[in-house]
């Protein structure tokens, strides 16, 4: 290996020691053994090398700006309890949200696309051609002008099979899954997949701050704490301050709640997007930008989703949002009419989050989005550039993996 080429690597792997610099140890182990796992996952981990290596062109710096969850890939689409407790299907994580041209966001759901052929069990082939439908799905979307939304009676294949499942799902069920019940009462599972023992001083804390936040709420008796633990869930934030809460709910064993609270860590994209002159809205920490962008795009608000601070760090509360609420692409077997089938829905839902949140704070107005999305110039340059990064992230990988099994 040339001198040129060991140095490129030596400070690949440095971006990513910096960027995860600070994290939880035990939680960043698992990302990074997850990382480690395919080309896929660690494009789901290395969302900031991910920016830094689009290219400059017109396409990606000079498109209408739009409000973007900025982690767009096909795992991040799935389905959520609203705050009316009706179940939807849409992007669900905003960790790096900003106002970035609209092309970003389709970018990367189209590399994630074609980086997991493998997981989408797929062939290169049949994962571009599912890549020119979810184009085609947002382009056409976008042109038409209007935000929709997916909900069990709209949706159909295998979106609608994974929300009505979900809607007849039983609260004591999905409970069972996540606590063990001693009589009337129930703590976490702390088995290592789902959640890790938090400390004493750890449950204090949370403990402290759910009774401070419920005395602002309708119900303080609702947020009564039964346990606390570190939660383990999604790839990008594994390692940062993360926690499960059992609360008491509607009662005791089988109306109780689970709430995730999830530190804010500044957007991946922030540097990029300084770089292009490209200002964000001044906001009050990470996690008003998250929670603002997010009710922003989607159409039905998240359930307890809020900005909230844990002894000064900014953190998102929200309902938990199990991560097998997604629909399980690699189970579907080499079904190409179901792969198209859904990415088309994803790339509709990326158009209707981008039109409801137009015009706000900087973002373009609907007309300059039904604009950009009715014009063909655009489409085979997008098509090629999530091929070009799809390759360039599987080429990081491999320094990744063997950096990696070097430890």
């Not at 069990?121 to 890549?131: G, K, L, Y």
Request: aromatic share 8%; hydrophobic share 40%; charged share 20%.
């Amino acid at each position: 290996m040339s001198h040129s080429n060991s140095q490129n690597d030596a400070d690949l792997i440095l971006q990513i020691q910096q960027h995860n610099a600070g994290r939880d140890p035990e939680r960043l182990a698992m990302k990074y053994a997850k990382m480690a796992s395919s080309a896929f996952v660690f494009l789901r981990g290395a969302c900031h090398l991910f920016y830094a290596a689009l290219p400059d062109s017109a396409l990606f710096t000079k498109t209408p700006l739009a409000w973007c969850c900025g982690d767009l890939h096909f795992e991040n689409v799935g389905s959520y309890k609203g705050d009316n407790r009706l179940v939807y299907f849409d992007i669900n994580d905003y960790d790096e949200a900003a106002l970035a041209p609209a092309s970003w966001d389709l970018v990367r759901l189209l590399t994630s696309i074609q980086c997991g052929a493998d997981a989408l069990s797929a062939t290169p082939d049949q994962a571009r051609s599912v890549s020119q439908s979810c184009l085609q799905a947002y382009r056409l979307a976008l042109g038409h002008g209007k935000p929709l939304w997916v909900e069990p009676e709209t949706s159909v294949g295998l979106v609608n099979k994974l929300l009505s499942a979900l809607h007849g799902r039983q609260r004591a069920a999905f409970l069972d899954k996540r606590t063990l019940r001693n009589g009337l009462q129930r703590r976490l599972k702390v088995d290592g997949l789902k959640a890790l023992p938090a400390t004493e001083v750890q449950k204090k804390r949370v403990t402290t701050f759910v009774h401070h936040f419920a005395a602002t709420q309708p119900n303080p008796d609702f947020y009564q704490v039964c346990d606390v633990g570190r939660r383990i869930a999604g790839t990008g934030s594994l390692g940062v301050e993360r926690f499960v809460v059992l609360i008491v709910g509607k009662g005791n064993p089988d109306g109780n709640y689970l709430l995730d609270i999830k530190e804010a860590k500044p957007s991946a994209l922030a540097p990029h997007l300084a770089r292009l002159g490209i200002t964000q809205p001044s906001w009050p920490n990470e996690a008003a930008r998250v929670v603002t962008v997010q009710k922003r795009m989607q159409a039905i608000d998240h359930a307890f989703l809020h900005a909230v601070e844990l002894e000064g760090l900014p953190c998102i509360l929200k309902g938990l949002q199990p991560s097998e609420d997604r629909v399980a692409i690699g189970t579907w077997g080499k079904k190409l009419e179901h792969l198209t089938e859904v990415v088309e829905t994803m790339g509709r839902l990326l158009a209707w989050d981008q039109l409801r949140a137009c015009g706000r704070s900087g973002s373009a107005n609907a007309d300059a989005l039904i604009d950009f999305g009715q014009r063909p110039d655009w489409t085979e340059e997008m098509l090629q550039t999530a091929t070009a990064l799809a390759a360039r992230t599987t080429q990081q990988w491999n320094v990744f993996t063997q950096w990696y099994s070097a430890q």
